[in-house]
C-alpha cells in the first residue's frame, strides 16, 4: 500500500492544486525576481549604501542578482506534484538550471560577502547563507542521484528556503533606509534575520511531512 506522504516527500503541499500561500510564495518570489534587473541598469539603481561594494565587485554584483533572480522564479515550480508527475522532463530542466543558478549565486554571494556593509556580522550572515545555499543544494542533488526522493525533497526545500531570503531580505531592507545613519547597524542584523527564520521554517516543515 502507499503511504499517503509519499506523493508529497518533494513537495510543499500534499495535493495537486496550490494553496493560496503557494501562489503569494510565487507572486512575491517572481516579483523580486523582476524587480532585481534594475540593477543591471547600473549603480544609480543600487541603494546608496550598497554602492560601493557594487563598484568594487560589478561581475559578482551581477551575477548574484541574476542567478537569484533565476533561482527564485524557478524554484516555486519545482515543488508542483503535477509538474513532476505529468512533466518530468521539464521538472528535471528547472532542476538543472535552479541548480546552477543556486551554485554560482551562492559563489558570487562568496565573493561579496566580506565587503557587505554592517562589517564582520553581515560578512559571516552572508558568507554563511551562501555557504549554506550551495550545500543544501548539491546535497539535495546528490539525494535524487542515489534515488532517494524524500531525502531530496527535505533538502530542496531546506535550499529554496535560503533562495527565498533574496524576497525577506528585500522585505527587511527598507528597515535600515529609515535611518541612514545607522544602516551598518541594521543591515547586520538584517544579514541574519534574512535567512535564519526561513530555515528554520523549513526545517519545521520537513519534520511535519516526515
Known amino acids: ?119 564582520l556580522t553581515s560578512a559571516i550572515g552572508f558568507s554563511a547563507l551562501a555557504c549554506l545555499w550551495i550545500g543544501s543544494t548539491l546535497a539535495a542533488v546528490l539525494a535524487i542521484l542515489r534515488g532517494d526522493a524524500a531525502s531530496h525533497g527535505r533538502w530542496m526545500r531546506v535550499s529554496f528556503s535560503l533562495t527565498f531570503a533574496g524576497v525577506t531580505l528585500r522585505l527587511l531592507l527598507p528597515l535600515a533606509l529609515i535611518d541612514p545613519t545607522r544602516f551598518s547597524e541594521v543591515y547586520a542584523a538584517i544579514a541574519w534575520l534574512c535567512w535564519v527564520p526561513n530555515l528554520l521554517f523549513a526545517q519545521a516543515l520537513n519534520r511535519r511531512i516526515a
Open 1 to 119: 500500500m502507499t503511504r499517503p506522504t509519499s506523493s508529497s516527500a518533494h513537495g510543499l503541499t500534499r495535493h495537486s492544486s496550490s494553496p493560496g500561500w503557494w501562489w503569494v510564495i510565487v507572486i512575491s518570489a517572481l516579483g523580486v525576481a523582476a524587480a532585481s534587473l534594475r540593477y543591471l541598469a547600473g549603480v544609480d539603481m543600487v541603494p546608496p549604501p550598497l554602492r560601493l561594494n557594487f563598484i568594487d565587485h560589478p561581475l559578482m554584483f551581477w551575477t548574484h542578482i541574476i542567478c537569484g533572480g533565476v533561482a527564485l522564479a524557478v524554484g516555486p515550480w519545482q515543488f508542483l506534484q503535477g509538474l513532476r508527475r505529468r512533466a518530468r522532463s521539464i521538472h528535471k530542466a528547472f532542476g538543472v538550471l535552479y541548480v546552477t543558478a543556486c551554485v554560482a549565486g551562492g559563489l558570487a554571494a562568496l565573493t561579496i560577502a566580506p565587503s557587505s556593509s554592517g562589517g
